[in-house]
């Protein structure tokens, strides 16, 4: 079965200290992986998409990677704005749509 | 000038109940969708609209049923309100490939 899986579930940062969230998937015939952010009580706002391995996009303080079975989204010095949940989610042939259960980012000043 | 926008972002009832959630998006897209995000902040795809068709219907009690009057609004309906029927529902629109999603504000749905 398709599945989306992040790690991990929960992540507590100083201000300024840099790390990594991840997404592994076994979806079959992957046509993009997107990450969106989520404050809460909102919807989710979307971030990246990336369609292949190899594959990098940058904005601002974020940077999404992918490989053929994960993908990366890299914090550079964290601010407190940044503390959110953030949501992988993969698109799969006919169209279908799979989420992680995310990762809650909270940054401390 | 919202992008997607769901009316109403409350909705408390009873159980047994029948109720709708409306919405609407203003970005000329072409596929619509509605989510459900349980008490652990998972987002499972309910349906998809695209030019007023429906393309997908995951496994949905019949309870519930999506209408799409239009390309720019897509209305969930619920009948015979359940307790597990509490969720936030999301709306989301989307143009052609890549399906890069905007969401709306979610209406928070609370059976008692």
């Known amino acids: 079965e398709d599945q989306v899986t992040q790690s991990p579930e929960a992540l507590r940062l100083q201000e300024g200290e840099s790390s990594s969230l991840n997404c592994s998937y076994t979806v079959s015939g992957l046509r993009g992986l997107f990450w969106y952010r989520q404050d809460p009580g909102k919807g989710p706002e979307f971030l990246f998409t990336?369609?292949?391995a190899g594959e990098e996009k940058e904005k601002e303080r974020l940077k999404a990677t992918l490989t053929k079975k994960e993908s990366f989204l890299h914090i550079t010095a964290p601010k407190p704005e940044d503390s959110a949940t953030y949501l992988c989610?993969?698109?799969?042939?006919?169209?279908?749509?799979?989420f992680g259960t995310g990762t809650s980012l909270t940054v401390i000043p | 000038d919202t992008a997607v926008s769901q009316t109403p972002k409350y909705l408390v009832t009873q159980m047994g109940n029948d109720k709708s959630i409306k919405c609407e998006q203003n970005?000329?897209?072409?596929?619509m969708y509605w989510y459900k995000q349980d008490s652990k902040k998972f987002l499972k795809i309910m349906f998809s609209?695209?030019?007023?068709?429906?393309?997908i219907n995951e496994t949905v009690p019949n309870r519930f049923s999506p209408k799409s009057p239009d390309k720019a609004h897509l209305n969930l309906h619920i009948n015979s309100l359940e307790l597990g029927d509490s969720a936030v529902y999301f709306c989301?629109?989307?143009?052609?490939?890549?399906?890069?999603?905007?969401f709306g504000p979610g209406t928070r749905l609370t059976v008692l």
């Open positions: 989610a993969v698109q799969a042939p006919g169209n279908q749509f799979y």
């Open positions: 989301a629109s989307a143009r052609g490939f890549p399906n890069e999603q905007f």
């Open positions: 990336l369609y292949s």
């Open positions: 970005l000329g897209h072409d596929t």
């Open positions: 609209y695209n030019n007023k068709e429906l393309i």
